[in-house]
């Protein structure tokens, strides 16, 4: 069935470093591929998204790259703060475009 | 800004128990969804509805039902709650190949 890979499930890292977190895909058909930040106790947020015909998207510090051919996506975080810790989740159109499938979600923790 | 709101933020149940869970939006959203979000297993789709009416099965839909007779609210339904069915519950509703706007969640203990 439809699958979405996700990795690492936990990240630690020092303040101002880079964080990346790395999904792959079963279905070629996936054209949508949003991500989302989950704080504690809240809930998920999107902060960024691409769709398959672009290869990266780039917003601040945050930004995804796509390789459709190897049904690969990306989330790339820049001189990473104490507030970008969280959970964050990758999703994949599912076929139908009707949903989206979910990652397992990486933990993110960076420390000052 | 879109509101997606869930009708209680916590709920305890005991087993056998018949449990409604309420969403509701306000953006006129066609589509809408049920995910429950346990720890290690991320955001698992049990139902999702893109019409009044209709209904899809997703991941997770054995021991739930649904229900959306409006557009703007869209019911989950545990017929016979066990306690495996212990969980976050998280709707969700989104306009047609966009990105979904979540409630709050209600957070169910069944004992």
């Known amino acids: 069935g439809e699958n979405v890979e996700q990795h690492p499930s936990t990240l630690s890292v020092q303040e101002g470093d880079s964080a990346v977190i790395k999904c792959t895909y079963s279905?070629?058909?996936?054209?949508?591929f949003p991500w989302y930040k989950q704080e504690l106790g809240k809930r998920p947020q999107l902060i960024i998204d691409?769709?398959?015909?672009?290869g990266e998207k780039k917003d601040q510090r945050i930004a995804v790259t796509l390789n459709k051919t190897a049904k690969h996506f990306s989330l790339h975080i820049t001189e990473t703060q104490p507030e970008d810790s969280a959970v964050y989740f990758c999703?994949?159109?599912?076929?139908?475009?009707?949903?989206?499938?979910f990652g397992k979600g990486t933990t993110l923790s960076v420390s000052s | 800004d879109v509101k997606v709101t869930q009708s209680s933020r916590y709920l305890v149940k005991r087993t056998g128990e018949k449990v409604f869970l309420e969403c509701v939006q306000d953006?006129?959203?066609?589509?809408m969804f049920w995910y429950r979000q346990d720890p290690g297993l991320g955001l698992r789709l049990i139902y999702f509805?893109?019409?009044?009416?209709?209904?899809e099965k997703g991941d997770i839909p054995e021991g739930y039902s649904v229900s959306r007779e409006k557009k703007e609210r869209f019911s989950l339904i545990l017929e016979s709650a066990s306690t495996n069915q212990t969980s976050m519950y998280l709707c969700?509703?989104?306009?047609?190949?966009?990105?979904?706007?979540f409630g709050p969640g209600t957070r169910l203990t069944v004992l």
């Open positions: 969700a509703s989104s306009l047609s190949q966009r990105d979904q706007f």
């Open positions: 999703a994949a159109s599912n076929q139908a475009g009707t949903a989206l499938i």
């Open positions: 691409i769709r398959s015909n672009v």
């Open positions: 279905d070629s058909a996936s054209n949508y």
């Open positions: 509805s893109y019409d009044v009416k209709m209904k």
């Open positions: 953006m006129d959203h066609e589509n």
